[in-house]
């Protein structure tokens, strides 16, 4: 079996990217990196903390160049952020020497695995489902568009998307 050198998660808040990210790269015997961690660490602060300050164009910008660094590196699973494909100028970066997957989940499930979470701005408000699903309109066909791989997640345990994944690289 020859691997891809870079493995990029994609998919909504709640899809398990960090998860199953952990999880594969350790099957993979590659290094896991979350680029949402990562730029909250160069930054020494965390998400709703730069989105309050910088504002979302902010955050965006971080998301941005911090993309551009990790397609450097290779022997990685990386988790990218929910709206890492929004940016048409990230999609080179996410490709570069990559398979792409994207975990496919429905809203039901993301917001059953975002509930009372802190950590994510866009969900601070009366209606996260309403987001979630605006969001998945607008995002689900650029998911499609750019992944190698599609994998519903729906009830299925991260042990079990991993097996099935290490099937299709
Ligand atoms: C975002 C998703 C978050 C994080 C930020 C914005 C989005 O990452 O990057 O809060 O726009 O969907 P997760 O998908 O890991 O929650």
């Given at each position: 079996m020859?691997?891809?050198k870079r493995v990029v998660?994609?998919?909504?808040?709640?899809?398990g990217k960090s998860t199953i990210g952990r999880l594969l790269a350790r099957e993979l015997?590659?290094?896991?990196?979350?680029?949402?961690?990562?730029?909250?660490?160069?930054?020494?602060?965390?998400?709703?903390?730069i989105f309050d300050v910088e504002g979302e164009d902010g955050f965006r910008?971080?998301?941005t160049a911090m993309l551009a660094e990790l397609a450097e590196r290779e022997g990685i699973v990386l988790a990218t952020g929910g709206g890492a494909?929004?940016?048409?100028?990230?999609?080179?970066?996410?490709r570069k020497?990559?398979?792409?997957?994207?975990?496919r989940t429905s809203i039901e499930?993301?917001?059953?695995?975002?509930?009372?979470?802190?950590?994510?701005?866009?969900?601070?408000n009366d209606n996260p489902e309403a987001v979630l699903r605006n969001l998945f309109a607008i995002r689900d066909p650029l998911y499609r568009q750019l992944a190698d791989i599609v994998i519903h997640t729906d009830r299925k345990s991260p042990r079990l998307v991993v097996r099935q994944l290490i099937n299709r690289l």
């Open positions: 020859s691997l891809p998660l994609v998919g909504p808040m709640g899809a015997g590659y290094q896991f990196l979350d680029s949402d961690r990562l730029i909250e660490e160069r930054c020494g602060a965390n998400i709703p903390w910008q971080r998301e494909v929004m940016k048409p100028e990230n999609h080179a970066c996410l020497e990559a398979k792409i997957i994207y975990l499930q993301q917001v059953e695995r975002t509930r009372k979470d802190r950590n994510r701005p866009l969900l601070q």
